[in-house]
């Protein structure tokens, strides 16, 4: 059974940056595509990036675009997500996810199959 990881939250000041990466293991992962999503506290869970497994095309929501970057290593079975200049309002667990197929909307948690447990980002100075 194939389980998602992700590593790399912690505590950061604004305008910090961190990298967090989420790693599938326990059997052969070939996912149409990865997504990352995150819940702040009191907050419905939000998609942040999606990008495909094989291939080029990436997504962002806008609150996010031009300051995180997500990125995969297949031979590593593990996605990333790059955070630059962090926000206070960027704080909230994130959650990696696998996409068996296209899909219609990145935005869909019904559309993934595999979730991680989550990992705690805290942005404050």
């Known amino acids: 059974q194939v389980q998602l990881v992700e590593s790399g939250g912690g505590l950061v000041l604004p305008g910090d940056s961190l990298r967090l990466s989420c790693a599938a293991s326990g059997g052969t992962f070939t996912p149409w595509g990865m997504g990352w999503f995150r819940q702040a506290l009191g907050k419905e869970r939000e998609v942040v990036a999606g990008?495909?497994?094989?291939?080029?095309?990436?997504y962002y929501a806008t609150s996010v675009k031009g300051r995180f970057i997500i990125s995969r290593d297949p031979a590593k079975n593990t996605v990333y997500l790059q955070m630059n200049s962090l926000r206070p309002d960027d704080t909230a667990v994130y959650y990696c996810?696998?996409?068996?197929?296209?899909?219609?909307?990145?935005?869909?948690?019904?559309?993934?199959?595999?979730w991680g447990q989550g990992t705690q980002v805290t942005v404050s100075s």
């Open positions: 990008i495909r497994w094989i291939g080029t095309d990436t």
């Open positions: 996810a696998s996409r068996p197929a296209v899909g219609t909307r990145w935005r869909r948690e019904n559309e993934y199959d595999r």
